[in-house]
């Protein structure tokens, strides 16, 4: 699974060793977060022992759309039954970057 961590800016070097010492792997450092790999316990593990990182998200698909209809059919795709309850109430939060 993929996981994505934001914090701070300037405080990415420090995020790295930990969760490192957490046991992400494959980690790809960016301005505010890093994106690393690592097994489904991977999660609870880096929310629990995480002090540098703000919010961990798990990455569910990474794809680069252009419309909404793109954007739909992609998150459409998705099953989300792995995720979320089938009467669950969901919240969205989204950012739109040089839109």
């Known amino acids: 699974m993929q996981f994505f961590i934001t914090c701070t800016p300037g405080v990415e070097s420090v995020l790295r060793k930990e969760i490192e010492r957490i046991g992400g ?3 790809t450092v960016s301005d505010r977060g890093i994106l690393c790999s690592g097994p489904d316990n991977l999660l609870a593990e880096l929310n629990v022992w995480v002090r540098t990182g703000n919010r961990v998200y798990l990455v569910l698909v990474e794809k680069r759309t252009r419309t909404f209809d793109e954007l739909f059919d992609t998150t459409g795709a998705i099953d989300w039954r792995k995720y979320i309850p089938k ?10 970057v040089k839109s």
């Not at 009467?87 to 739109?96: E, G, K, L, Q, R």
């Open 25 to 27: 792997t494959d980690l």
């Open 87 to 96: 009467d669950a109430p969901i919240i969205v939060d989204a950012v739109s």
